[in-house]
Nanobody
């Protein structure tokens, strides 16, 4: 069982930056694939970024095309925490952002693949 708590959301202007955090409970955090998803108003939940466990070889991160080059996902296993650094925010980034976790054999981008979810944190970007 993993419990996830997001923080760091807020109201910003276009071009600003925010860093979201996802604090996880449990002793096996380092074994989980961790992901960030978002749900814009009136839309389906969508993939943002994911990061594999440290011990996996090769590329360990995956990003949605809409955020590549602007967002960076990272994790600190010693702190049981995952981060999403969001730069050059745009109004279309406005959404509730969720962190998620799963024991997977590879990084997946579909929400249904993830077993544990946080409660979400609101990010609003004004133009």
């Amino acid at each position: 069982q993993v419990q996830l708590v997001e923080s760091g959301g807020g109201l910003v202007q276009a071009g600003d930056s925010l860093r979201l955090s996802c604090a996880a409970s449990g002793r096996t955090f380092s074994s989980y694939v961790m992901g960030w998803f978002r749900q814009p108003p009136g839309k389906e939940r969508e993939f943002v970024a994911a990061i594999a466990p440290v011990r996996w070889p090769g590329s360990r991160t995956s990003y949605a095309d809409a955020v590549k080059g602007r967002f960076t996902i990272s994790r600190d296993n010693a702190k049981n925490t995952m981060y999403l650094q969001m730069n050059n925010l745009k109004p279309e980034d406005t959404a509730v952002y969720y962190c998620a976790a799963a024991l997977l054999a590879r990084v997946l981008t579909t929400p249904a693949a993830y077993d544990y979810w946080g409660q979400g944190t609101q990010v609003t970007v004004s133009s």
